[in-house]
Structures are given as structure tokens and as C-alpha cells.
């Protein structure tokens, strides 16, 4: 379930839902490198704006598996991790392709206005 991030503009709405999105996916793909194809389990993403920034929460239940409960516990926590870390990467990423379109910008100006 991805939840929209609220009170965020629509461009930032956009890139929390691509994030969102992401750590959906990173999610799915531990799971099934962890408990299989037919591991059933319920995923919950939201993101909203703070004082501070910008909340990630996930929240991960699974429902049937095989396993200790301490098995269990423990790749809860591994697969959050992974979720966070994905989002953390993607965020970064996209500030990086910002940057270097923003110096593009201002050194393509700087060109045109000397010719």
C-alpha cells in the first residue's frame, strides 16, 4: 500500500510516490529471496511531510511462513532495513541527477551569453 505524502507539493508528491514505489518493490524481492514465492505478508509505505523533513514509515507483517518466530523477527527487520537504505539510495540519486542538471544549466548559460 503506498499512502501519498501529505501537505507536499505536487513535483515532491511525485518523487515520494517513486520512492515509495521503490522500497514497494525492494520489499517484494527480499521477501522472495528470503521465504519464497508463496510467502504471503502485508507491506504498508507512507511518507509525510514534518518539521524535520520528510517521515518514511514501513510497516511489514507476515502473515504465513514456515520459520521460528525469532527467524521471523529477524527478517522483518532485515527486509525494513533494505527498504530504508533503498529509499535512502534512490533520494540521493535523484539529488544527484538535480545537481549535475542544475550545473548544466548554469554552465550552458554561461556559454550562451558569451557567443
Known sequence: MVEK????NEDRGDL?????LK????IEREIEKRLGRKAHYVAA???RRSSDGVDLGIDLQIISSSGSREKLLEIVDEVIDAGFREAERYIEKGWRRDRRSLEGEESGDSLSSLS
Not at 5 to 8: N, Q, T, W
Not at 23 to 26: A, H, M, N, Q, R
Open 5 to 8: 505524502a501529505e501537505g507536499a
Open 16 to 20: 515520494w510516490e517513486e520512492v515509495a
Open 23 to 26: 522500497v514497494e518493490d525492494k
Open 45 to 47: 509505505i507512507s511518507i
